[in-house]
Every structure is written in structure tokens, then in C-alpha cells.
């Protein structure tokens, strides 16, 4: 009974033009009035707001639904301004959700996740050890970005969506392409495109269904190893979907789009970061730029604990810097990502950290309640 509610679609999950689809009788304007309604308030009115028809409004209301997460846990990061956010589904599973400040101030950037667990088993991420989850209805994922930025500062504005949190979004990708298009439209979040980020682990066969879908959307692939051998051991995904074709099917969209692709590589000590590491990455991101006409960004990331019996340690200081020097002295433009909340879980690879340190986290009571 749960499991249909959840997949059914939600006020927070149609765009205008759906709504007018459904219901002939409702006009464009009526339509993007009542569903910005429900996006700025996460809620329908009791009665007809103004310029909505009585019975348009009735048809519509007795007719979709309008679900919501319930947030039962916002924990600000006492090391930086980062806050996760803990939502609890209907049929009570937990999913997190990180509000990332951009340095310009009043703007943010809001990581949501795409599934409640993950099959793709990358051995450096928390989310990996919950095993399979369900995939997030597209509500679900845009229901994340509406109620951060229901908690943002007065001033405080949702620059961009990242597709970083718990779950594989590209096993998700219809879902995540109605939620990003929901995300984007003008009338209800007016996020643009080119804002969002879908990082994946990368799934050949889903992917163009998203470059095709939303071309104005930047991929982002982790690598974790160039060398496909070791990538195997960090990230079984290369096994079905080896990275060289991956990397292929986006260069030829950055080569289209002018989008460069972001590639990041989490720096694992003595597992990744060596020269010799950065050496073979290099050679990936020839045969990238030889095939895009342009340079990826690549983003290095410093590696967070995952919980108990953690395999790996984050590499040196010195080291993740040689590693940087090593690949921008090739003219490559990269970045060492802050990954912030760390103490709070909600550093890069750390989502769903809380359901893997006590698994009844969320079912069992109202012990998490902090917001
Ligand atoms: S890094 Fe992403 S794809 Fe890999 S296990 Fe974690 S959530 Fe899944």
C-alpha cells in the first residue's frame, strides 16, 4: 500500500504542461499558478487561491496527491557552515540531503540523493554498505531540494543541484530526468540546468538516456582508478561498464554541448594516490580531451570515514598536493574539493552513514528528532 502511494505521482513531481495533459479544462496560467503555489508553500490551499478556477482546482485536488518527506533530523556541522538533512519516507526509510554554501553569500548548492541504499557497491562510500535501497520517486528527490530551501536564510537562494548523496542516480534516470526537469521550470523551482550536476559511477546503458533527455545538464563520473584492474577492486561497476567506453559516450556530449565533464577521484592513501596513479589518469584525460575537443574538470577529493572497519585512510596532505601538481603541470585545470560536515556525516561518501552505524535509526522511534 506504501510502496504504491510512493510511486505515485505528486504535486511535487508534475510540470504544468502534465497537469493541462490530464485535465484539458485547466489553462496554462492555472496551472503554473497553482503548482508554484505548492512549491513555495509544500502544501494546497483549502480552497481555490486567486485566478484558479473553482472546479479546476477541485478536479486537480481530488485527483493527484500531494506528498511530502518528512525532515526528522537537520544537523548544522560545527567545522563549517554544511547542514544534512535526514528525511524520512512514507514508508519509513531514511534519506539525507546536504545544504553546501557557495562562497558568494546567500548562495547554495543542495546535494540530494537519488536511491535509499546502493547495488553498486564502490568500496570508499558509506551508502554502499546499506546494500540495494528503492529508488526515489521523483517527488522524493525534488521534495529535498524544496524543503532546504524552505530552510535557507531570508536572503538565500538555491543556486544548483548536485546528484551526490545516497544512490546511483543513472539507476534511477527516469525519475531523476522528471525531477530535474520539475527542478528547472521557470514556474515552480527555476533552477538553471546548467546548475545541476548528476554525478554517477557510471552506467553505460542509462546515460544517454539522460544526455539525450536533458543536454544542458553537466555528467559527473568517478573514477576512483584509471587503471581498470584497480578500478574493479574500488568500484565492481567497471566490471559491466568500463570506464574508457563511459568516458567516451560523455566526451562525444562535451564535443556537442561545449558542457565539460567533471571528473572526480576520490584520494585514497597508498590505494590511488600516487604518481604512477596520477600518471595513468592522465592518460584517461588525453583520450578524453583528444575526443571532447576540450578539458574535463577534474575535481580531487579528500577521502571521509565510512564507518565501522573503514578499509581505507585519506591520503596525506603532501601527497594529494603532489598528486594535484602532477596533473595540473599537464595544463589541466583542478580543483581540491572542500567536502565539508564531515563530524556530522556529511562529507563526500559519508551519506547514509547514520543507517549504517544503527540500522533502526530510522524506523524504530523519534529518538533522531533534532530540527
Ligand atoms: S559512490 Fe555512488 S554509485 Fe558508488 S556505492 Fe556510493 S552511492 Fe552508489
Known amino acids: 500500500?506504501?510502496?504504491?502511494?510512493?510511486?505515485?505521482?505528486?504535486?511535487?513531481?508534475?510540470?504544468?504542461?502534465?497537469?493541462?495533459?490530464?485535465?484539458?479544462?485547466l489553462e496554462m496560467s492555472e496551472a503554473r499558478r497553482l503548482l508554484s503555489i505548492v512549491h513555495r508553500t509544500g502544501s494546497l490551499p483549502p480552497h481555490a487561491p486567486a485566478g484558479i478556477r473553482r472546479d479546476s482546482f477541485q478536479r486537480v485536488r481530488d485527483a493527484v496527491p500531494m506528498h511530502q518527506l518528512e525532515r526528522v533530523t537537520r544537523r548544522p556541522s560545527a567545522l563549517d557552515p554544511f547542514i544534512k538533512y535526514g528525511f524520512r519516507t512514507l514508508d519509513g526509510l531514511l534519506v539525507e540531503a546536504v545544504r553546501i554554501p557557495l562562497e558568494k553569500p546567500g548562495r547554495f548548492v543542495v546535494c540530494v540523493s537519488s536511491q535509499t541504499g546502493c547495488a553498486l557497491g564502490c568500496a570508499f562510500c558509506a551508502t554502499a554498505r546499506l546494500g540495494t535501497g528503492r529508488n526515489l520517486a521523483a517527488w522524493e528527490i525534488v521534495d529535498q531540494v524544496r524543503q532546504v530551501r524552505d530552510d535557507l536564510p531570508t536572503d538565500g537562494r538555491v543556486h544548483g543541484v548536485v546528484f551526490q548523496g545516497m544512490g546511483e542516480p543513472l539507476a534511477n534516470v527516469s525519475a531523476v530526468v522528471q525531477a530535474i526537469r520539475v527542478m528547472t521550470d521557470p514556474s515552480l523551482q527555476a533552477i538553471d540546468g546548467r546548475a545541476i550536476t548528476v554525478s554517477s559511477a557510471g552506467l553505460i546503458k542509462p546515460l544517454p538516456v539522460l544526455l539525450q533527455a536533458l543536454p544542458r545538464t553537466r555528467i559527473g563520473i568517478s573514477i576512483g582508478h584509471a587503471d581498470p584492474i584497480k578500478r574493479r577492486a574500488l568500484m565492481p561497476v567497471e566490471v559491466a561498464n568500463p570506464l574508457h567506453n563511459v568516458l567516451a559516450i560523455v566526451a562525444q556530449h562535451a564535443k556537442t554541448t561545449r558542457i565539460a565533464t567533471m571528473l572526480s577521484y576520490t584520494l585514497l592513501r597508498e590505494i590511488n594516490d600516487h604518481e604512477s596513479d596520477a600518471d595513468a589518469f592522465l592518460a584517461l584525460v588525453d583520450a578524453y580531451v583528444q575526443q571532447a575537443g576540450m578539458a574535463p574538470r577534474i575535481s580531487l577529493i579528500a577521502y571521509n570515514p565510512i564507518g565501522p572497519s573503514d578499509p581505507?585512510?585519506?591520503s596525506e596532505p603532501e601527497q594529494a598536493e603532489r598528486f594535484r601538481e602532477r596533473l595540473a603541470s599537464h595544463g589541466i585545470p583542478v580543483v581540491r574539493r572542500y567536502s565539508g560536515g564531515a563530524d556530522v556525516g556529511a562529507a563526500c561518501g559519508q551519506l547514509g552513514l547514520e543507517s549504517v552505524m544503527d540500522p533502526t535509526h530510522v524506523k524504530s522511534s523519534e529518538h533522531e528528532a533534532s530540527c
Request: hydrophobic share 50%; glycine share 0%.
Open 312 to 314: 581505507f585512510v585519506p
Open 1 to 25: 500500500m506504501v510502496a504504491d502511494v510512493v510511486s505515485e505521482p505528486s504535486l511535487l513531481s508534475v510540470l504544468p504542461e502534465d497537469l493541462i495533459t490530464r485535465f484539458p479544462s
